[in-house]
Structures are given as structure tokens and as C-alpha cells.
């Protein structure tokens, strides 16, 4: 059974910095397409960033320049750095794997975790 585990989340003030930790187990493959995703109360789930199986990394262009995406060497733990945290960032935010060494564009992400809580307010 594929498990994902979040932590991490908090309050923090606008210009902070946060570390999300997603501890993953449970994989048949180790080099899968992993991301995060987030969704604020009334919003539409939007993909913050993923990583392939080959280390390649993407990121939407609200965190460019703030946020990065990285993976241990055993591929079970994944982290993002948030940098300068603004109020919209506020949101839940998830772990999640796709079966697939390539992050897809309409990627299904069949496996989640079960979000952690970052607020940005002062």
C-alpha cells in the first residue's frame, strides 16, 4: 500500500520561511513522478511543483523564485522550501506520486497524502 505523510505546515508571517517534509513508503518503483499540490478554501486545487524520476523540477510561475522541490537520495522523503511566504499562499497543501517516471501534463497523481495547514498572516 502506497503511503504519503505530510508535515511541516504552520503559521508563519509574510516574508517567512517554511520546510514541508512528505515521507513516502509503499512504492514498487523508487524513480516516480512526485509534486505538490495546494488548495485554498473556495479555490481550485493548483499544482505548486513536481519532480521527475530523473531529478527534473517545475514550478508554477506564483512561486518561481521561492519555492524548490528536492527529493533524498533513497527517493522516500520530499521536501519544499518556502521562501518569502506571501498571504495568498495560504492553503492546504499535498503530497502526491504519479506512476510514471515523467511528470504528464494531465497526470492523474493516484496517490496523496493528507495535506498540512500553512497560513501566512501577521
Known amino acids: 500500500e502506497v503511503q504519503l505523510v505530510e508535515s511541516g505546515g504552520g503559521l508563519v508571517q509574510p516574508g517567512g520561511s517554511l520546510r514541508l517534509v512528505c515521507a513516502a513508503s509503499?512504492?514498487?518503483?523508487?524513480?516516480?513522478?512526485m509534486g505538490w499540490f495546494r488548495q485554498a478554501p473556495g479555490k481550485e486545487r493548483e499544482r505548486v511543483s513536481t519532480?521527475?524520476?530523473?531529478?527534473?523540477?517545475s514550478y508554477a510561475d506564483s512561486v518561481k523564485g521561492r519555492f524548490t522541490i528536492s527529493q533524498d537520495n533513497a527517493k522516500t522523503t520530499l521536501y519544499l522550501q518556502m521562501n518569502s511566504l506571501k498571504p495568498e499562499d495560504t492553503a492546504i497543501y499535498y503530497c502526491?506520486?504519479?506512476?510514471?517516471?515523467?511528470?504528464?501534463?494531465?497526470?492523474?497523481?493516484?496517490?496523496w497524502g493528507q495535506g498540512t495547514q500553512v497560513t501566512v498572516s501577521s
Open positions: 502526491a506520486a504519479d506512476n510514471g517516471y515523467y511528470c504528464r501534463l494531465y497526470g492523474l497523481f493516484p496517490y
Open positions: 509503499g512504492y514498487t518503483y523508487s524513480s516516480l513522478c
Open positions: 519532480i521527475n524520476g530523473d531529478g527534473k523540477t
